[in-house]
């Protein structure tokens, strides 16, 4: 099945057309689709095997070696993620993102993500012994994202965690930050935008940035940080475990609101709002009925 980019100006939508209309923090997508097949032809069995609607056999799931052999899955995975960004960190000055890396190579993620764990339960007592800080400085939520090797961190896994408190962030020294992991370096960067931050999750956890005699990949262009770099398109989904989850978030955070209404009154909606982007597709094989995605963009003024 092919999936083929076409000009968004061809894609011309009626007022009564049916769009999925997505709230994330201070974005808004609008998202149209026709001929999209909405029944589901296989009927679940087991873990293991799985009845075909059509044919009406039983048959054998096929179990994959890594992500990368489920690219649908991992699309899902961090689109989740961009939107739990989008939703909770629409406050810049209430967040901070810290990267934690390994002094030495760490190739478990089970024993990454329980390290950190027991930092953010070193940083809260830390936190908590401040008397200079607001109790909104001393609270917080925290979204953490595992990221695979790359020769950037030494081949070893690395953890970036977004703090959201709920006063304005608190200055943390690095010296404390690093004491406080204990395994390696630490970094903590300002939040300029929700959005970007998002952005930069996207590109990093699914590409890997090209080094030269990597001539034998898929090569894609995109900027970062105002910088045109290379990626390889899709190289670092398959340093994923399979099942392993993307990242990890506290409890009660805040997620999209996701409705489906007319395109008329998803632009009504928008009106406030400034288009940032927009990107339609057709799916399928050429010469048979194809499905049509097209997606905008917008952010709120």
């Known amino acids: 099945m092919k999936i083929r980019k076409v000009n968004s100006n061809q894609i011309i939508l009626h007022e009564n057309s049916e769009v999925k209309f997505k709230i994330a923090g201070n974005t808004r997508e609008v998202q149209f689709s026709a001929g999209v097949n909405k029944k589901c032809p296989i009927q679940n069995i087991s873990k293991d095997k799985y009845l075909d609607k059509e044919t009406g056999e039983i048959k054998e799931r096929k179990k994959s070696e890594n992500r990368y052999q489920t690219p649908k899955s991992v699309r899902k995975s961090i689109n989740n993620l961009m939107d739990l960004i989008r939703c909770?960190?629409?406050?810049?000055?209430?967040?901070?993102?810290?990267?934690?890396?390994?002094?030495n190579v760490m190739t478990d993620h089970e024993k990454v993500y329980e390290d950190g764990k027991m930092f953010l339960r070193r940083l809260q007592r830390y936190l908590n012994k401040q008397t200079n800080l607001s109790e909104g400085q001393k609270s917080f939520k925290r979204i953490t994202v595992g990221e695979p090797p790359g020769d950037g961190?030494?081949?070893?896994?690395?953890?970036?965690?977004?703090?959201?408190?709920?006063?304005?962030?608190?200055?943390?020294?690095?010296?404390?930050?690093?004491?406080?992991?204990?395994?390696?370096?630490?970094?903590?960067?300002?939040?300029y935008d929700a959005d970007g931050l998002a952005l930069y999750f996207k590109v990093y956890l699914s590409d890997i940035e090209y080094m030269e005699g990597d001539e034998d990949f898929d090569?894609?262009?995109?900027?970062?940080?105002?910088?045109?770099?290379?990626?390889?398109?899709?190289?670092?989904?398959?340093?994923?475990?399979?099942?392993?989850?993307?990242?990890?978030?506290?409890?009660?955070?805040?997620?999209?609101?996701?409705?489906?209404i007319s395109n008329k009154e998803a632009m009504d909606r928008v009106s406030d709002c400034r288009l940032v982007y927009r990107e339609s597709f057709l799916i399928g094989d050429e010469n048979k009925k194809v499905n049509i995605i097209d997606k905008r963009f917008y952010k709120k003024q």
């Open 219 to 260: 090569v894609v262009y995109k900027e970062v940080n105002g910088e045109t770099k290379q990626f390889i398109k899709g190289g670092r989904l398959k340093l994923y475990p399979t099942g392993m989850p993307l990242f990890s978030a506290s409890r009660g955070m805040k997620r999209p609101v996701v409705e489906k």
């Open 153 to 191: 961190h030494g081949n070893s896994w690395h953890l970036h965690i977004l703090l959201i408190f709920e006063d304005v962030a608190p200055f943390i020294p690095n010296k404390e930050i690093t004491e406080l992991w204990g395994h390696g370096l630490t970094d903590a960067h300002k939040v």
């Open 88 to 103: 909770n960190a629409t406050d810049p000055s209430c967040c901070k993102w810290m990267t934690l890396t390994y002094a």
